[in-house]
């Protein structure tokens, strides 16, 4: 069965396994400040790739900016270069929800014996999904995997994004957030799949045993601790 070519579809099902896989950190930003005198605060960093250079298909790299506005919103911007090229790219911001916490980003020590850092690998470092990083609609962590809603990096492996967020979980510790992006084509041929002649198509993301490892492992990532 694992032979038959098949595209992660965004079910709700894998959204919340993705979630919770990830600590599901959904707590909630009620407090948060909106106070219109509040300062511009605004945070651009470097995309850096997590991945030994021994994967393939890994070797991305990037920018972010994380903007809080005075008026509760957070504007996300994202430009990417050499990811897996026609496919959309999860992305997210992860974090630790409540006081702030500068996390900080895997880099390929974290792979470990199988040689790949993934999604599970990464989070004792960058923490839970704060934001889907979605270009519409839900933003929460229960859109992780919406794959039809995620920025598509064109032809040439470049991706650029940008969403202005109200109430976006991560808004009141913009400075401590990481951006991470997820996807990696491994055997390129165009799709998220199953693919058992390639050693690293073949795996299983760590979120789950039907999730192919290309839909979720991690590409990118940055933060202002990095
Ligand atoms: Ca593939
Ligand atoms: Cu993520």
Known sequence: MRNAPRIIAATAATAATFALALGGATAAYAGHDSNPSDKVASYSYSLDAV???????????????????????LQVTV????????????MHLHGVPGDATDMACPGPAAAGGDGVVTVLDGAPFYGGILTSLTSTGDVSPASALALDR???????????????????AGYADAGTVQVVVHGIDFDGNGMYTFNEADPFSSRSSSLGAGIPLEATVPVLCGGVAN
Do not use: C, I
Not at 150 to 168: E, P, V
């Open 79 to 90: 430009e990417a270069w050499g990811l897996s090229p026609n496919l959309p790219h999860a």
């Open 51 to 73: 991945q030994p250079g021994t994967v393939p298909m890994s070797e991305a790299n990037g920018t972010t900016r994380v903007k809080a506005l005075p008026n509760g919103k």
């Open 150 to 168: 995620f920025a598509m990096a064109d032809a040439s492996g470049y991706l650029y994004y940008q969403r202005t967020f109200t109430d976006a």
